[in-house]
């Protein structure tokens, strides 16, 4: 079972982590360091089972490779998952055995924040392993990088706005948010700013203050995918775009920050079908990992944060290229890392030929 997983998704290494003394449980998927080493956040939660732990782990590893490809990062892709309820089994001796899992790996896999584990617990990770990015900020760098995820979904929105509406303008337009966390909150703010109609939710209720801070329509969790808007845009859990919830989609775009929005790759085409853009999730929410990305570089937070924005550029050429082509963005995001992975690939081979002259 474990190898017909990693055949069927491409994945290089696989790493059980069992500390009997921490009751620590984690699995560390690298799925390509062709472009150099693995990156991808650490998620803490519950799951079902081992099964459904390791799915997670090993689909999330993909689509960093993919996002880290298509963001020209130097970085290839990995996820790690710790089973348990952060709330309940989080400690520092836990994260501490956690880091000297990752440590071990010897800079094969670095980490950083994802659901469940936040920049603290990455300094808690640090204090065992070098090759962990994402703590919290320090002399200016570093820090949360939800912030920079949400300017790259604001940002990607534009161009899709463009693509389907011929302005980049959103103001005016109807945006349905699902989900204000730590990047659909600040998403919402971007949007607010710019005079965006916003319709929301979250299953906290607490949230429901900010809706009436932005002056916002709160809707029920179940209901955001339905309403009529002009971008639907999940910030949640992954899945939002299902068997289920398909038909019921009444908006022209889908762009939000959630990680494997779509339930199976054939929703993309389904989209299509219906005439809705899909921004590819990896490409529009990879602000968060262009910005942990340059943490230990020499680039000033404000350059960083200029990188980001160049996400608009590059779903524009995205969208533009399938829209030549008739074929979904998807398919175009996934040709794009793909072609970069490839074309690394052949250095590769041209090093190893003359290392052995
Ligand atoms: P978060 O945990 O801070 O926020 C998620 C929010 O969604 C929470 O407020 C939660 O209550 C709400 N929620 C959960 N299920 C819901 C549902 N069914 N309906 C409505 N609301 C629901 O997470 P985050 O950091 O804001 O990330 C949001 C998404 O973006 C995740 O899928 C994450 O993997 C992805 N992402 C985050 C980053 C980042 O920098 N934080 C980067 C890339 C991708």
Redesign the pocket.
């Known amino acids: 079972m474990v190898f017909s997983s990693m055949d069927s998704f491409g994945l290089e290494e696989l790493v059980f982590c069992n500390d009997k003394r921490t009751g620590l449980k984690a699995i560390i998927a690298i799925h390509d360091t062709t472009l150099g080493p693995a990156m991808g956040g650490t998620r803490m939660k519950v799951y079902a089972n081992e099964e459904e732990a390791l799915q997670d782990a090993v689909s999330l590893a993909r689509a960093m490779t993919y996002k880290s490809a298509a963001a020209g990062l130097d970085l290839g892709g990995g996820k790690a998952v710790i089973m348990g309820d952060p709330a309940l089994s989080k400690n520092e001796a836990l994260l501490r055995a956690y880091g000297r899992f990752v440590e071990r790996l010897g800079g094969r896999y670095i980490t950083s ?3 469940g584990i936040n920049e603290y617990d990455v300094d808690c990770i640090r204090r065992e392993t070098l090759f962990a990015l994402g703590g919290t900020a320090f002399g200016g760098c570093g820090g949360c ?2 912030p ?2 949400a300017y790259g979904v604001w940002q990607g929105m534009k161009a899709c706005a463009e693509a389907e509406f011929g302005s980049p303008e959103l103001a005016d337009l109807t945006i349905a948010v ?7 909150r600040v998403l919402c703010e971007y949007l607010k700013s710019e005079g965006a109609r916003l319709i929301v ?4 209720i607490n ?1 429901r203050k900010l809706a009436e801070e932005w002056q916002a329509e709160w809707v029920l ?1 179940q209901e ?1 995918h339905k309403v009529p808007c002009d971008i639907f845009a999940p ?4 899945g939002a775009v299902n068997e289920k919830t398909l038909p019921e989609l009444v908006c022209r775009i889908v762009a939000g ?3 494997n929005v779509l339930s199976g790759d054939n929703m993309a085409d389904e989209l299509h079908k219906k005439g809705i853009i899909y921004a590819p999730d990896y490409i529009i ?1 990879a602000g ?2 262009i910005y942990i990305a340059h943490e230990r570089t020499r680039y000033l937070p404000g350059e960083i944060m200029e990188i980001v924005g160049r996400i608009r550029g590059r779903l524009g050429q995205i969208l533009k290229r399938a829209a030549g082509e008739g074929v979904t963005p998807f398919l175009v995001a996934r040709q794009m890392a793909e072609e970069r992975i490839n074309a690394a690939k052949g250095l590769l081979s041209l090093r190893a030929t003359f290392r052995r002259d």
Do not use: E, F, K, R
Request: include cysteine; proline fraction near 6%.
């Open positions: 924040v994802d659901a990088p939800s920079a995820t699902q989900g204000l966390g730590s990047v659909g939710t979250d299953i906290d949230c969790p955001i910030c949640a859990l992954g920050a959630a990680n929410n968060g990992l």
